[in-house]
Every structure is written in structure tokens, then in C-alpha cells.
């Protein structure tokens, strides 16, 4: 199985078909079927490392100020309690839980999986960012996870390279401020070239603009950990902005995907931020 990272933006993609939605939706039609899905969500963001294992994982609309549509949004996809021990036993010997009730599906992941699998007739479990490690610790995470692209296990981790939610632009539904766009490039010139030393983009002089909080970058960092062990390189599949302050960069590993240059964000209801979560 390929790896993937997207870029997830706003909740509001759930309900939108517009040129990233599209994009997501084409690269579904071309990835072979998995055997389960395993997300690394932004917005499960804890102090412990914790895998899923629930039979019928929850849709949790973690968000507040969005439409009633949104919250009435359900992807009833099924967990898999098995693999999620086939996932304990990869990261090994690292630690990491199984949450058979507390969690479930955020929407880092179902609003994405609402246009790769629309069927919700994959099984989904979810991996937690350990908020209490320090930053290498999910590039090693990420080196172990290559294991089970062999065993029909598409990991897919749900982020943003760029999101500072305190500079977004109304105005600038499809733009990316300098800046913004200077880590951006930087951040695929790095997958494409060397993934497993992803982590000198914390030397970037836009670096503590673009991630003035870690949780939507740090799933990138397991897709470049999976890259480096497996020898292969950061195919950037998807470019573009949003709101000034977003990047919707999405990365493909092991990936030979025909997409069409996607243009256009998700259109917001006035004063609505793009992501009001409770992380």
C-alpha cells in the first residue's frame, strides 16, 4: 500500500465538492483497496501514544460555530480491533494503547475519507500524536509504520504543512502569503529530496510562523519517517492555499497517481473560521 498525507483545511470539505475535494475523491478511484485504514489525525492530539481498537468507532464532530449540516455529518466506517494490534506490535518496542471506547473518528479524518472512501466500507482506525515526546520521536514512529504497507494497511496521516489560524485572510480564499508560501516550497523540496531529515525544516527561518502550533505538522513527519525506511521519496500530489495562512499540500509515498492540478477552497459561512476545534 502507498502512504499519503493530506492536507486537510477546513471541516467545511466534508460537504464541499470543489478542486481539493475533487482531487481527494481522484486519488481514491486510483489506490488500491486496503485491507484498513490507519490515520494520523492532527485532533487526536494527547499525551499518550493510543491506537483505536473499538469495533464501531464514533463520528466526533470536535468543532464548535460550523453549519447543523456538518454536525449532522455520520461515516460509519468499522474499526478493526485486530490490526490494531498488528499496529502495537510495529511500533514495538514503543508503547502505545488501545483505546477500545474513548476515542473514535475526528473529523482530520473522516472529512477526508468522505471523498477517498464515500462508502465508509473500509475499516478505520486512528493513531494518536503523543503530545508529551519530543518531535523525533514521530519520524521513528513513522520508520516503523513502513511495515505495514506490506500487510494492506494504508496509513494515512491528516494535517496541514502551513496553519497559522490567527493570520487567516477572508479575503484570500485561494491564496498563500509569502511566508506562507516559502515553507510551503520548502517543505516539498525537502520530502522529494531527503524525507528522513525532515526535520531541518525546524531551522526555517518561517518555521514558527507556518506551525505556530505542532498538531497539523506532525503528521507529515510520519509519512517522511515511512518514506526514509522504505527508500523512497515525498511525491508532492496536490499544491495550493488557502485563506492566506493554509497550505493544502498533500504528499504521496509509493504513489502513481494521474491528477488534474486542483484549484478552488471550500466556501465558508461569513466569519466561520476554517478550523475551530477544540484542540
Known amino acids: ?67 447543523p449540516e456538518l454536525f449532522a455529518f455520520d461515516y460509519p466506517a468499522p474499526g478493526a480491533p485486530h490490526i490494531a494490534m498488528e499496529v502495537v506490535e510495529a511500533l514495538k ?94 517543505t516539498r523540496r525537502q520530502m522529494a529530496e531527503d524525507p528522513g531529515a525532515i526535520l531541518k525544516l525546524l531551522e526555517h527561518p518561517d518555521y514558527d510562523r507556518a506551525v505556530p502550533t505542532p498538531d497539523h505538522f506532525v503528521p507529515l513527519l510520519y509519512i517522511a519517517g515511512m518514506a526514509e525506511a522504505l527508500g523512497a521519496k515525498g511525491e508532492a500530489v496536490i499544491e495550493g492555499y488557502a485563506m492566506g495562512s493554509l497550505s493544502m499540500t498533500c504528499f504521496g509515498v509509493g504513489t502513481d497517481l494521474d491528477l488534474e492540478c486542483p484549484t478552488g477552497a471550500a466556501e465558508l459561512p461569513e466569519g466561520v473560521p476554517p478550523d475551530q476545534t477544540n484542540v
Open 93 to 186: 518496542p514503543t508503547w502505545a494503547g488501545l483505546d477500545r471506547d474513548q476515542w473514535g473518528l475526528d473529523h482530520g479524518t473522516w472529512s477526508v475519507l468522505a471523498h477517498l472512501y464515500p462508502d465508509a466500507d473500509v475499516p478505520v482506525l486512528q493513531l494518536s500524536i503523543n503530545a508529551l515526546k519530543p518531535i523525533d520521536y514521530h519520524v521513528e514512529l513513522g520508520r516503523k509504520l513502513a511495515a505495514l504497507r506490506d500487510r494492506g494497511v494504508l496509513v494515512l496521516a491528516s494535517g496541514n504543512v502551513v496553519h497559522n489560524l490567527r493570520e487567516i485572510q477572508w479575503n484570500k480564499p485561494d491564496a498563500g502569503e509569502p511566508w506562507a508560501q516559502r515553507f510551503d516550497e520548502a
Open 1 to 67: 500500500m502507498p502512504a499519503l498525507f493530506i492536507g486537510h483545511g477546513s471541516p467545511m470539505n466534508t460537504l464541499e465538492r470543489n478542486g481539493y475535494t475533487n482531487a481527494w475523491r481522484a486519488i481514491g478511484r486510483q489506490l488500491p483497496r486496503p485491507r484498513a485504514i490507519l490515520v494520523v489525525s492532527a485532533h487526536w492530539y494527547i499525551g499518550a501514544t493510543a491506537v483505536t481498537a473499538m469495533a464501531r468507532p464514533r463520528t466526533i464532530h470536535d468543532f464548535y460555530g460550523f453549519p
